[in-house]
């Protein structure tokens, strides 16, 4: 940002004459209003997409009514539920009530920020991405708690702390297969870690120092799938035990921002993942197609598919158990994430 403001003031333009920090305001805002609209689009695909691909895991045709194959169904929900009456339970706490939906929000919003979209292309190119990415989605659990306490109803606080157990014990596997490549690549920065991928799909981090890296992203992805409260991991939101869980209370506009904020971070971590085990923005044949606008192609692409699984994963496999996912995350994951750490380590180290 820093050496766009730069150019902005050597050349001939209107902004030449402002203060580099109103020039920071001004691109942060822009860049707000373009994360927060890249989140309402990606909703809206992905919820549509995960309509029709449960469709045809179950042999049926799903929205079909509202436009042409019921493209447009759930762009009239989401003006069904803005226009929808926003009720507040006459109990809850009103002002922790309306901020935990713009909270939750905020915090896949924020992490965009530090992702690489091209070689050249990055918003903020932090030395520190991937501890920044992992601290500011913590924000998430913050937010859930809130909502549930908040609201004075027993389903949605049981909802909010069951999240916080969930995803505070699977954020340490998560880290821990993140740090595997942090430790290969010797740098914390996004951008860094996708360009010593570059070059093709042999060069790609899920391949190296197999089988650990491999067993790494497959915890990242578990890890990332259960902080995500995404099927088999979905018990803050059980329907058959908490109603709706820590949203139950919530309607209309405050209850579509949880469902953005949801979708949002499927496409973080989808795109975290691709960044750290897939190569990011490169392309999969080297030299060929890269570079440039095929650098979003590529990166979009690749977590993209990583969505798919995650609506895969919805439509096939049950819910687990509370005693069931904490026994994944502390007695499976977490032990397995730690010996790919030592297993790499030691590798390099020979």
């Not at 890890?223 to 209370?249: I, K, Q, Y």
Request: hydrophobic share 55%; glycine share 8%.
């Amino acid at each position: 940002m820093q050496e766009l403001i730069a150019t902005l003031q050597n050349g001939q333009t209107f902004l030449a004459n402002l203060p580099p920090a109103v020039l920071t305001l001004i691109f942060m805002t822009l860049g707000a209003v373009l994360f927060a609209t890249v989140m309402a689009l990606n909703a809206l695909v992905a919820v549509y997409a995960e309509r029709k691909i449960s469709a045809w895991m179950q042999d049926r045709l799903g929205p079909m009514e509202v436009g042409p194959q019921g493209i447009l169904q759930t762009l009239a929900d989401a003006i069904k539920l803005l226009l929808k009456e926003d009720i507040v339970p006459a109990a809850a706490d009103k002002k922790l009530h309306w901020f935990a939906p713009f909270l939750v929000f905020a915090a896949p919003c924020a992490a965009f920020a530090a992702l690489p979209y091209t070689r050249e292309f990055v918003f903020a190119n932090f030395d520190i991405g991937v501890f920044y990415v992992a601290s500011i989605t913590s924000l998430s659990v913050i937010a859930i708690l809130i909502a549930g306490w908040a609201s004075n109803n027993k389903w949605a606080l049981l909802g909010g702390m069951r999240a916080a157990a969930q995803i505070v014990s699977y954020e340490i596997p998560a880290g821990l297969a993140m740090l595997v490549v942090v430790m290969q690549v010797g740098s914390l920065n996004f951008n860094a870690i996708s360009v010593a991928q570059d070059g093709g799909i042999h060069r790609w981090l899920i391949w190296h120092y197999f089988p650990f890296n491999f067993i790494a992203f497959g915890i990242f992805y578990i890890a990332t799938l259960a902080e995500c409260n995404r099927t088999p991991f979905d018990l803050p939101e059980a329907e058959s035990e908490l109603v709706a869980g820590f949203h139950t209370e919530y309607s209309g506009f405050k209850w579509s921002i949880f469902m953005l904020a949801e979708y949002a971070e499927m496409l973080v971590v989808a795109l975290v993942g691709a960044a750290l085990f897939l190569g990011g923005w490169s392309s999969p044949f080297g030299s060929f197609m890269n570079g440039g606008a095929w650098g979003v192609f590529w990166f979009s692409g690749k977590a993209a598919f990583l969505i798919f699984t995650h609506m895969w994963l919805r439509w096939t496999l049950p819910r687990l158990r509370v005693d069931q996912l904490m026994h994944l995350s502390w007695k499976v994951l977490t032990p397995f994430s730690f010996a790919c750490l030592l297993g790499v380590g030691l590798w390099m180290l020979i």
